[in-house]
């Protein structure tokens, strides 16, 4: 079952008894019905570990990540119009462009930097992971460690694995052998622009146009469904809105 959402929310939310679970969309027009919505969720935690679903801030092309040692990575990723990984000193005075890709996420583990990168666009799209060492303050060695065929949108690191959520599904990139296992396929989430991810007791929960997408533990798989408020509980392909 497609929904689409028709107010968004000025504040966090708990989900509760009271969203409801539906299946994923199941044919061509209520994956459009999807594509559609008007609202999106945003997956994060509260101070207490708790789960709160939100509707996204208004998508900023930049990110960072503070580096022990001096200076911040920040992350440009500007779509089909390119992006780069850049080096900026703490004064902000110096600058150094690293590498120029479209970069999704960061991650530190055992004193190196990870990247994960990729696009979707028209048709083409690729999915990358660097490593990033530093030899000097201002001079990094940079290798492309995967290929992952495909574009990530979201990324949770635990420890050395690197869960990265992607237009095709989840896969989950082990940082010590540079290996990525799949854990969870659709090929249609390129269409709901999933753009964040929680793990919790268990379940996974990505953020996405439309909806939240859940996927529980199901035997050796995972067993897809979707979480909507309960004005959403039920949509039509041929008005793509929510009643009753």
């Not at 689409?4 to 969309?25: D, G, H, I, N, Y």
């Not at 048709?123 to 574009?151: F, N």
């Not at 146009?209 to 199901?218: I, N």
Request: a neutral charge.
């Amino acid at each position: 079952m497609a929904v689409a959402f028709t107010a968004a929310l000025a504040s966090s939310v708990a989900p509760s008894s009271a969203w409801k679970t539906t299946a994923p969309p199941g044919n061509d027009a209520q994956w459009r019905c999807a594509n559609h919505a008007r609202n999106e969720w945003r997956v994060q935690t509260d101070a207490r570990g708790g789960l709160l679903f939100a509707a996204p801030p208004a998508r900023r092309p930049e990110f960072s990540l503070r580096l022990p040692g001096g200076g911040r990575l920040v992350g440009i990723d500007k779509g089909e119009f390119g992006g780069s990984v850049d080096w900026v000193s703490d004064s902000g005075r110096e600058r150094l462009q690293l590498l120029q890709t479209n970069p999704v996420a960061f991650t530190q583990y055992q004193g190196d930097v990870y990247i994960a990168s990729g696009l979707s666009h028209l048709g083409d799209e690729y999915g990358e992971v660097y490593r990033m060492h530093r030899l000097a303050p201002t001079r990094w060695q940079i290798d492309k460690v995967l290929d992952i065929d495909e574009a990530p949108t979201a990324a949770l690191a635990e420890s050395e694995v690197w869960t990265l959520v992607t237009t095709h599904g989840v896969m989950r990139v082990d940082l010590r052998s540079f290996t990525a296992t799949r854990m969870h396929v659709n090929a249609r989430w390129g269409s709901v622009y999933p753009n964040s991810v929680v793990h919790r007791q268990g379940r996974w929960y990505i953020g996405a146009r439309g909806a939240v997408m859940r996927l529980s533990p199901s035997g050796d798989a995972y067993r897809e469904e979707w979480m909507v408020p309960p004005d959403c509980a039920a949509a039509t392909a041929d008005f793509c809105r929510c009643r009753e």
